[in-house]
């Protein structure tokens, strides 16, 4: 029987070159630079760890944790689009007494920050959710999810109602460390993002994740039944690429003083950067570790060297570049 080893790949190496600061902020949290992974896409890092050393990231981002246990949808769970990815997990997951046990340790003990993302049926939950974790060693930031139905009020998503929305935020805010910044993690499926931002920012988000995925469905044209056991799934990869930029920009542009994690179809450097030059203080890569699982420290070389060779010496100098006004010849 042949036996593969697996090599690990250590953090990118720095050439000589002009001076950089890859550094950025995100509210009270400083990482030593802006990329990422996306939630769902690696539970809490081990696979990757295979491939990368996890703490050279920004950051690792967990999968959403619920309060208990759950089996998620019904099987087949992901199909393959033109350019893109649907997936109908489910939030399928242990629950936080196995992720505080097991997974939230095996982070802080690899150096890696962790961002945790939580997700929940009910502003209740949330809120107990970010009271667990409170104090919890290796804890950098929460990620709140709220595109999650919210049961007490007939299969509304969180997200796609400001005041639903700013409930949920104010709520986590309220029962996490003053020091741990929270991020609302945003649904491109509304009318108007910018209202929905600039709801859970007052409500007390320290900064913003955007997008999560576009909801989709595909169906089979052998069977002539939906691919997906769920029907409907999120749709993530290249194709919404255009729409997350989009998204970036009008909330950068009507909330600049808030830091944003841009993702949705992230797979170069130059994708990384597209962002940034939006509003974007840091971005998440996720569908494109499917395809090559070093793809979060891909990125952020080639990131640095595109920044370079643009004369930006810094993440700050990128944020929300492609914003300022052009200058007269």
């Known amino acids: 029987m042949t036996r593969f080893s697996v090599r690990t790949i250590p953090a990118p190496a720095m050439r000589d070159e002009p001076r950089y600061d890859l550094t950025t902020r995100l509210g009270a949290l400083e990482l030593p630079n ?39 949808r019904p099987t087949p769970r992901m199909a393959e689009t033109a350019s893109g990815m649907l997936n109908s997990i489910g939030l399928q997951g242990p629950g936080i007494d196995a992720f505080l046990e097991h997974d939230l340790p095996w982070l802080h003990g690899k150096g890696a920050r962790a961002v945790v993302s939580i997700a929940g049926g009910s502003v209740d939950e949330y809120a107990e959710l970010a009271g667990r974790l409170r104090g919890a060693p290796g804890l950098s930031a929460l990620e709140v999810n709220i595109s999650c139905p919210n049961v007490a009020d007939r299969g509304l998503v969180f997200a796609c109602d400001p005041r639903a929305a700013a409930s949920v935020i104010s709520a986590v805010r309220a029962r996490s460390a003053p020091d741990v910044p929270v ?45 997906l056991g769920g029907v409907t799934g999120g749709l993530s990869g290249p194709a919404v690429k255009p729409v997350a930029v989009r998204c970036i920009w009008q909330v950068h542009a009507a909330l600049p003083e808030v830091p944003i994690v841009g993702m949705g179809g992230v797979r170069t450097g130059l994708d990384a950067l597209e962002m940034i030059l939006a509003g974007a203080s840091a971005v998440a890569v996720g569908t494109a570790t ?3 699982p070093s793809a979060p420290v891909r990125v952020l070389t080639e990131l640095r ?9 810094t993440v700050a100098d990128a944020v929300g570049y492609a914003h300022r006004p052009v200058a007269p010849p």
Do not use: Y
Request: one cysteine or more; charged letters at 20%.
């Open 34 to 72: 802006p990329v990422l992974t996306a939630s769902g896409c690696a539970a809490a890092g081990r696979e990757l760890d295979q491939f990368f050393d996890v703490s050279a990231l920004g950051a690792v981002v967990t999968k959403s944790i619920l309060l208990d246990p759950r089996s998620g």
């Open 290 to 292: 499917f395809g090559d």
């Open 305 to 313: 060297h595109a920044l370079v060779d643009r004369g930006l010496p």
């Open 183 to 227: 991020l609302a993690k945003l649904s491109p499926d509304v009318t108007d993002i910018v209202a929905i931002a600039r709801a859970c920012v007052e409500a007390g988000a320290d900064g913003l994740s955007m997008i999560n995925t576009l909801l989709g469905m595909a169906i089979d044209t052998d069977t002539l039944r939906p691919h």
